[in-house]
C-alpha cells in the first residue's frame, strides 16, 4: 500500500549510537544532553535566536496562547488541522475565523481588520502546506492594533522566506516534529521566538514554571521532549538534504505530468524556498475528487483529504461560514509524497489521476 506519508527511518546503527549515548548516562529526560545539542544543531540550521525542544507541535501552540490570549480572541483560520483551534478552545479562548486566500490557501490578510475587535488579543495565522502568509502586512496589522502574532509552522522545517528562516516571523512561532513531517523526532515540536525575554517565559512555561527545584516564576505545564525523541532527531538531521532532494523529484514529476487543465496547484508565495512537504492538488468539484480518490484507493493508493472539514463548520467551533475555506477543504486532495516512493508507483498516480478528470 502506499499512504500520503511514510516516516523517514534513519540507519539503525546511527540511531543506536544515541540510545546508547542516554544507557550510559542513565538521563532520559528533563533536558538531558541529546535535547541540547539537538537544540543547539538546530539553531544553526535553522538561522534562528531561540529555539525550545518540545514533546509535541501542540504545546508550542498552547503556551503561546497561554502568554498571549488572555481568554480574548483569537483571529485564525479555518483551514488548518484541528490542532490550530482546538488551542484556542483549550486556552479559553475564542476563535474568529477569517476565510483564506484562493491561491495562496493562508488566511486573507485583507480580511483580518474587519473582524478585530476590542476583545481580540492575538492572531493565529497558519503558514499552509509550509506556504508562507503575507508576514508584511500581518505585521502591520498587529501594530496597529497592539496585538501579538502567532505563526503555525507545523509544515514549515527549512523554510526561507526573503533570505531568512520562516520561524523567525511572529511573536512566537510553532514547528510539529511528528512521526509524519519532513523532519521528526517520532513525536515532538518546537517554539521559536527572537525576544530572549519572551523566550525564558516559554521556557519555565514548559517546565511547570519552575525558577529553581524550589521556586516557580509562575504557572506552567510539562512540555518537554525527553532524551529518546531528541535522539531520533539527532539520527534523521544528517540525512535533510538527501530527503527534501527526493521529495523534490517527486514533486517535479507531479508538476511535470499530471493535468493542470483540470487541476490547480497551491500558489508558493515569492521569495519563498519551499521544502516540498506536501503536494496538495484542487479538483473542479468535490464529485471529482471522491472519484479520483476511489480509484487511488482501489489500486491500494491512500491521499489524503487535508485540512478537511473547514474548522468553521466544526459544531464545538462556532464557526460562521467561510465560503472559500470551505469550497477548498471539499476539493482538495495531498497525494502521497514521501523520500523513497519509487518511480513506477508515481506514474501510476498520476495516471490513475489523469484519467479520471480527462
Known sequence: MIHVTKTYLPPLKEYDHYIKRIWKKKWLTNRGDLVLELESKLKTRLGVTNILATTNGTIPLQIALKLFGKGGEIITTPFSYIATSAAIVWEHCTPVFVDIHPEYLCIDETKIEASITSKTTTILATHVFGNPCNVEVIEKIAKKYNLYVIYDAAHCFDIMYK?????????????????????????????????????QKAFYSHNFGHKDLLSFHGLGINGKMSELQAAMGLAVLPYMEEIISSRKQVVSYYDTHLDFSN??????????????????????????????????????IFPRRYFYPSLNTLPFLKGKKMSISEKISKTILCLPLYADLELFNIHNIVTLINNEIC
Do not use: M
Open 263 to 300: 487541476l490547480k496547484k497551491i500558489k508558493i508565495r515569492k521569495n519563498t524556498q519551499w521544502n516540498y512537504s506536501y503536494y496538495p492538488v484542487i479538483f473542479d468539484s468535490e464529485k471529482t475528487l471522491l472519484n479520483v480518490e476511489k480509484a487511488l484507493n482501489t489500486a491500494g
Open 163 to 199: 533570505g531568512k528562516s520562516i520561524f523567525n516571523y511572529g511573536d512566537i512561532s510553532t514547528c510539529s516534529f511528528h512521526a509524519t513531517k519532513l523532519f521528526h523526532t517520532g513525536e515532538g515540536g518546537a517554539l521559536f521566538c527572537k525576544d530572549t525575554a519572551l523566550a
